[in-house]
């Protein structure tokens, strides 16, 4: 089975500063990659299809890069809303998630 | 847009059967998508269950898959979650998903999930 690794587990920032999250797959996904935010209490809401491909009404300071087994996310310019926690998934084969990311105000 | 909902019991007794049901609405249930299970214990990540196909096929996490029976009723617009001889750590939100694709790529709509604690 493919393993998904993200790192890290938890990160601090404050509003205005950007982020940077890895998401590494145990082999290759080519692009099969989608990243997620979950906010307490919610159902996780999809941010980027396709490793790099913007889901419609997301804000575009939210970018995905990577392919073959390295991923990034990226948010630019913090807002107060984007405290939550983040998740990698893969869809190459058995559906499966990343540990997540927690990122919390500094 | 789709809709998702969850319905079933919050409170399941150990070594019984966890039943939850997936109304779907905004999108058929005979459309070219997979319907998923997907759980979250507290405080967790992620934990993919399985999914079943219109016509009823069925693919099933590997760890889980001796426990767990997902079906479709069509006329109804809903699909089923069963998982057997349930223990305190199947204790966790689940969701119901519909695995949609932007042409080979898929990804998930989540419904709002649903609070199941196993305990006696």
């Known amino acids: 089975d493919i393993q998904m690794t993200q790192s890290p587990s938890s990160l601090s920032a404050s509003v205005g500063d950007s982020v940077t999250i890895t998401c590494r797959a145990s082999q290759s996904i080519t692009n099969y990659l989608n990243w997620y935010q979950q906010k307490p209490g919610k159902a996780p809401n999809l941010l980027i299809y396709?490793?790099?491909s913007l889901q419609s009404g997301v804000p575009s300071r939210f970018s995905g890069s990577g392919s073959g087994t390295d991923f990034t996310l990226t948010i630019s310019s913090l807002q107060p809303e984007d405290f939550a926690t983040y998740y990698c998934?893969?869809?190459?084969?058995?559906?499966?998630f990343g540990q997540g990311t927690k990122l919390e105000i500094k | 847009q789709v809709q998702l909902q969850e319905s079933g019991p919050g409170l399941v007794k150990p070594s019984g059967t966890l039943s939850l049901t997936c109304a779907v609405s905004?999108?058929?249930?005979?459309?070219?998508?997979?319907w998923s299970w997907v759980r979250q214990p507290p405080g967790a990540g992620l934990e993919w269950i399985g999914e079943i196909y219109h016509d009823g096929s069925t693919n099933y996490n590997s760890s889980l898959k001796s426990r767990v029976t997902i079906s479709v009723d069509k006329s109804k617009k809903q699909f089923s979650l069963k998982l057997y001889y349930v223990t305190a750590a199947d204790t966790a939100v689940y969701y119901c998903?519909?695995?949609?694709?932007?042409?080979?790529?898929?990804?998930?709509?989540w419904g709002q999930g649903t609070q199941v604690t196993v305990s006696s």
């Open positions: 905004g999108d058929s249930i005979s459309s070219s998508n997979w």
């Open positions: 396709a490793a790099s």
């Open positions: 998934q893969q869809s190459y084969s058995t559906p499966l």
């Open positions: 998903a519909r695995k949609g694709y932007y042409g080979s790529r898929s990804y998930y709509n």
